[in-house]
């Protein structure tokens, strides 16, 4: 036997307990529990099972496997939240995207692997809301950048690609009146529940269409010219319907009304650059986000391709932009503000 078996098993074993970590994290997060030790108000852990509507014996083999990882205390007795899992929820987003979005996607590899005709599934509703809470961080930020650019306010935002709605929430919380538009019906059921519980249920629409039935039915605005967003959306019409169809969504878009822009968001596709695969970021986030763009039904493009799509739908960059490099330096998720030629 080597002497250095032991050593080498542990560092090899690395991915596994990235796995078990992250899909039980993923779940005391949507099941509720991480919020719940997050109170100031303890409870033992048969109260803890009762509450959430999970079997105690069980709950407790879970708290006992988050403290090994060091994400709670005391899992038999008062189970509390660390600074660790405070982290963890701080960033919630990110595994309700990549865990609870992706979680079953690698699974489908056998048969999607083989077949350039086949794509691998993913859970739409959690994508929509992972992705928006992102966004806050990120392409919302982006996207007000972009707006205040616009030389007068618009009359409308209309989301092509709204998720749960709190993307475009964000973004009219300023008093703009917005349409968000999504094919995922979970998506727009979350996004008009997250409209109502803001009081923005009569300033914020919500349709359930794919943005290409929405924008070949959508009647020009009575007044003020409107600014489209497609954030991380173009990406996914271009796998499934097309180069014609994505260009068509943004001629349409651009011509829905004198003086209409679109600010589009998508990211820049380098996944052998080294600045990318020697960044933290681009490490632990864009390599995986890389690959299941691969085997999902989306397709990710360079700068150059946007630019050249816009250019042949007819329109201008006027604005190109990324992400405050404190939150993402990266500099791969891109916004392109865009207006008729």
Avoid at 7 to 23: C, T
Wanted: glycine letters at 10%; one cysteine or more; proline letters at 6%.
């Amino acid at each position: 036997m080597q002497l250095d078996f032991e050593q080498r098993l542990i560092s090899a074993i690395q991915p596994i307990r990235g796995f078990f970590l992250a899909q039980c994290v993923e779940f005391a997060m949507t099941s509720g529990l991480l919020d719940r030790l997050s109170r100031s108000s303890p409870a033992a852990t048969g109260e803890l099972a009762e509450e959430l509507g999970l079997h105690p014996e069980r709950l407790t083999g879970l708290l006992r496997y988050l403290e090994g990882e060091g994400i709670v205390t005391d899992s038999e007795g008062m189970p509390a939240i660390t600074a660790k899992g405070r982290e963890f929820l701080a960033f919630r987003p990110w595994y309700e995207l990549l865990i609870g979005g992706y979680g079953a996607t690698l699974r489908e590899l056998p048969e999607v692997m083989a077949d350039r005709g086949r794509f691998a599934s993913r859970d739409g509703t959690m994508v929509g809301l992972g992705s928006c809470g992102m966004s806050r961080h990120d392409a919302v930020p982006l996207v007000k950048r972009m707006i205040a650019c616009l030389p007068e306010p618009p009359g409308a935002l209309v989301d092509l690609g709204c998720g749960d709605g709190t993307f475009l929430l964000d973004l009219c919380e300023g008093g703009s009146p917005g349409v968000g538009v999504d094919p995922t019906p979970g998506s727009i059921d979350n996004a008009r529940r997250a409209a109502a519980e803001r009081g923005m249920a009569e300033q914020v629409a919500f349709v359930n269409a794919t943005a290409e039935d929405y924008m070949a039915k959508a009647e020009p605005a009575r007044a003020g010219a409107p600014c489209f967003v497609t954030a991380f959306s173009l990406q996914e019409i271009l796998e499934q319907r097309g180069r014609d169809a994505t260009v068509e969504v943004v001629r349409t878009a651009l011509a829905h009304a004198p003086g209409a822009h679109l600010a589009i968001v998508e990211v820049d596709h380098r996944p052998l650059d080294p600045a990318v695969t020697r960044h933290g970021l681009g490490n632990a986030y864009y390599n995986p986000y890389y690959f299941l763009h691969q085997i999902t039904e989306q397709r990710l493009e360079t700068r150059a391709f946007w630019e050249q799509l816009v250019e042949e739908a007819g329109g201008d960059v006027i604005a190109c932009m990324t992400t405050a490099p404190e939150v993402d330096s990266t500099g791969l998720e891109l916004g392109f503000l865009v207006r008729a030629r």
